[in-house]
């Protein structure tokens, strides 16, 4: 079910109680070390810091292994892949396809580091509310000089956050519309083009539609991609600076040995 | 405290939305606005807070003119709409930060947004929801959000588009309800529906149709005299029985009696000498 990954998790944990803006800086600056990571040992460190942080945050394990799950088929592939195409010793020997030993080194490191990148940011988003992610991102954004391409540090936020809120509705009219064409004798497996126009031309109507009952509602309610304050304005507390001291030890202590 | 002068409104693909329309509203009205589907009502509130500029005339709110685009912001802090569909106004990913969606539009500080947004759920009845994603909100429950989001910028007037057509008959009951109880608050309220049972306690009633004001006056007075079946509109049970008791002299107060429960009372405290 794609409605279990990467959602909300309801908690009072610390983790849960960080600034978005740090645990964003946190998760980026570990995917830099799960990708510049070579060794399994390394591998094993950080995955141990991730079990370490999953600890603190009460979200279960199995909840944030379900987010994965959608792209098991992917990480697969990236193994097979390295596993049959890396050249090295032959595990056994095939004719055409020959896994290795250093193909199944290298595919393994990919797979578990592909897999780990998924899970930290699993955890982020398990941690905080999506509002509070794009809030952060706003105020990561905020300085920049946007104003030049024409957008605002807000006008991107709010894009964000009505992405998340109408992305459910978007995938729900999909499968309306393609039930509803179905049911009128549309046949996919022999017209695809056909049978992707009939799904989209509606879709992509209905879409507009409510585009632009959303733009009414919005205006109506004063947005104008300016300057807006928020229900929970961010502030760093004592606790993120804390943290990302910790984190910041936790790097150079990794990158250094 | 909003004054239309005149006002005629094409549409973009050339079609006439509106014809010479003239009409003020009063601070502290309660307006209806009625007439079948595509009679212009959506396009006329549209003009209300600036959706919609006039072709021709003029549309003023508290003096300001809504064509000039630098009163925008203020006609829309004085006017707030809440529309048909819950679904598409619903801009949040839960409630309360829907309903504070327009107080932070206002960059009002966060503690005053919070009050704001208790305030209102509390009017509508959903302080216990605040953390509810749409997909867990009822139909019903989704427009009593959408309420509470106009009432969270404490406008002066407040449109209300044909709010419960999407609704079923207990959510539609809901709605009804609040807005009763909004209406004894000093707020301007126009009301838009084509069922007039909901408007038989309003203070003035119009009827539209083909983009035109065709009748106007108290409910009393406009579902009486006029026949509302012309321009597609259903008489209520409520108001036939209304006009035949008043055919038999009866002399009825209209909008205590829009009431059921008022109406019965009535009748059964004169005794059934009908
Ligand atoms: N963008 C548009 N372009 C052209 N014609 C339009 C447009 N929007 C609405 N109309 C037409 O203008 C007329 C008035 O529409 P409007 O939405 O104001 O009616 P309404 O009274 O609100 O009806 P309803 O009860 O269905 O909400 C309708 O005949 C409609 O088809
Ligand atoms: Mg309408």
Not at chain 1, 167 to 192: C, K, M, V, W, Y
Not at chain 1, 234 to 254: C, E, H, I, T
Not at chain 2, 232 to 248: D, F, H, I, K, Q
Request: proline share 5%; net charge neutral.
């Amino acid at each position: 079910m794609p409605e279990t990954a990467f959602n909300y998790v309801y908690g009072d944990s610390l983790l849960h109680r960080l600034d978005p803006r740090t645990k964003l800086a946190a998760v980026m600056c570990l995917s830099i070390l799960v990708f510049r990571e070579e060794s399994f040992a390394g591998m094993g460190l950080l995955i141990s810091f991730f079990l370490l942080l999953t600890g603190i945050s009460g979200v279960r394990l199995s909840f944030l292994l379900r987010s994965v799950r959608p792209l098991l088929f992917f990480i697969f592939f990236i193994f097979c892949f390295q596993l049959f195409s890396t050249k090295g010793t032959p595990i056994i020997p095939l004719p055409v396809l020959t896994p290795t030993y250093e193909g199944l080194r290298l595919g393994a490191l990919l797979s578990l580091r592909f897999g780990l990148l998924l899970l930290y940011a699993a955890l982020l988003t398990a941690s905080t509310l999506p509002s509070q992610i794009t809030n952060g991102i706003e105020r990561l954004l905020r300085p920049l000089p946007l104003r030049h391409l024409g957008v605002t540090s807000f006008d991107l936020a709010t894009m964000m956050s009505l992405s998340i809120r109408f992305l459910p509705s978007f995938l729900e009219n999909a499968a309306t519309i393609r039930a509803a064409q179905l049911a009128r004798g549309l046949d996919l497996r022999h017209d695809l083009r056909r049978g992707i126009t009939a799904i989209a031309v509606p879709l992509i109507k209905r879409s507009v539609l409510s585009a632009e009952e959303v733009t009414e509602a919005m205006e109506s309610r004063c947005y104008q991609g300016q300057c807006r304050t928020s229900l929970h304005e961010l502030r760093m507390q004592k606790l993120d600076w804390a943290a990302l001291l910790v984190l910041g030890a936790f790097s150079l202590l990794f990158l250094a040995v | 405290m909003i004054r239309i002068e005149d006002l005629s409104y094409d549409f973009p693909d050339g079609a006439q939305g509106l014809k010479q329309i003239n009409l003020k509203i009063e601070r502290g009205e309660f307006l209806g606005i009625v007439g079948r589907n595509g009679s212009g009502k959506s396009t006329l509130v549209r003009h209300l807070n600036g959706l919609l500029k006039p072709t021709e005339g003029k549309v003023s709110i508290n003096g300001m003119d809504t064509a000039d685009p630098s009163n925008l912001l203020k006609i829309r802090q004085t006017v707030g709409m809440v529309f048909q569909n819950p679904y598409t106004q619903f801009v949040g990913t839960t409630l309360e930060e829907d309903v504070a969606f327009g107080p932070e539009n206002l960059a009002l500080p966060p503690e005053e947004i919070r009050e704001r947004v208790d305030r209102a759920l509390e009017v509508v009845g959903l302080e216990n929801f605040k953390n509810h994603s749409p997909k867990t909100l009822s139909g019903g429950q989704s427009q009593c959000a959408a309420i509470a989001s106009a009432l969270a910028m404490k406008s002066e007037c407040i449109v209300f588009d044909e709010i419960s057509s999407m609704l079923d008959s207990r959510s539609r009951e809901q709605v009804r309800e609040i807005i009763r109880k909004l209406r004894k608050k000093v707020r301007t309220i126009v009301y838009v529906t084509h069922r007039l049972e909901e408007v038989l306690y309003a203070d003035r009633v119009i009827i539209m149709d083909r983009g035109e004001i065709v009748r106007e006056g108290s409910p009393k007075t406009v579902f009486k005299a006029s026949d509302p079946g012309k321009f597609g509109l259903e008489l209520p049970p409520v108001v036939e029985l209304l006009n035949s008791l008043e055919a038999r002299g009866f002399a009825l107060d209209w909008a205590r009696l829009a009431s059921i429960e008022n109406l019965a009372e009535e009748i059964w405290e004169s005794g059934w000498k009908i």
